[in-house]
């Protein structure tokens, strides 16, 4: 297991925690925190006795993007992260680092700016009722992009457009998101947030580990195409869990009734 700095890697069962811890700092990402998040989501990706994810956030806040102070006082700024931007090596989300595991992201306190990365690239997002979200990346001179693109996917593009372009001057409520489809529940009360997420990460994890990877890799790729392309593509996950003893495994433990006895994530 590695050792982390700004992060904290947990194991509660089949769930895997990865969890921001710079709170002083509402969780901004220092450069330091980017490079520790490539290394934790494959940890947890390669432990076999992980089948769900969950990411959220010490403090008050779960994420408020990159650190602005760093960027102001160490002379380099955002040109530390030029040529990975220009290749689109950005490798601090499940997504980016291709997990194919279930990843649900629970939204504790504030979500700003940089945070919406792993809003757009969770499979599952959850928010206690006291979360708030808004991008100030206009605020600060900079350009509302990355993450933006990802949530148009999920939301109205109208919506992402006035938080882009409201930037610091209007936070969303967790309600109004979940009206938006930015995330699929509010925890009420707040402090049950991550209990809440534990709850939905153990009902996922009873599922078979094989099938959950190709469901995952199916409907992800189905972003990536037009209807025709996203069918084929998903008939080739499909047929690839085929032959699996979980398909096999699967209807015994139904007729038996009782668990079924996975295999273990590859």
Sequence with gaps: MSSYEHLVVERHGPVGWLIN????????????????????WKELDADPEVRVIVHTGNGRAFQTGVDVSELADDGVGMERY???VENFDIHFTAWHQQ?????????????????FHWVADADIVIAASDAQFFDPHVSVGQVVAIEAIGLMRKMPAEAVMRMAFMGKYERMPAARARELGMISEVVDPPERLRERAQELGETIAKNSPAAMAA????????????????????????????????????????????????????
């Design 99 to 115: 997990v194919w595991k279930p990843v649900i992201t629970a939204v504790n306190g504030i979500c700003a700016g940089g945070g």
């Design 215 to 266: 469901t995952k890799r199916a409907l992800w790729a189905a972003l990536e195409h037009g209807l025709t392309d996203a069918c084929r593509v998903g008939a080739g996950h499909l047929v690839s869990m085929w032959g699996h003893p979980d398909q096999t495994e699967g209807p015994s433990a139904f007729a038996e009734k009782r668990d079924a006895n996975w295999l273990p994530p590859e």
């Design 21 to 40: 811890n710079r709170p002083d700092q509402l969780n901004a990402m220092n450069a330091a925190m980017r490079d520790e998040f490539a290394v934790a």
């Design 82 to 84: 030029r040529e990975s």
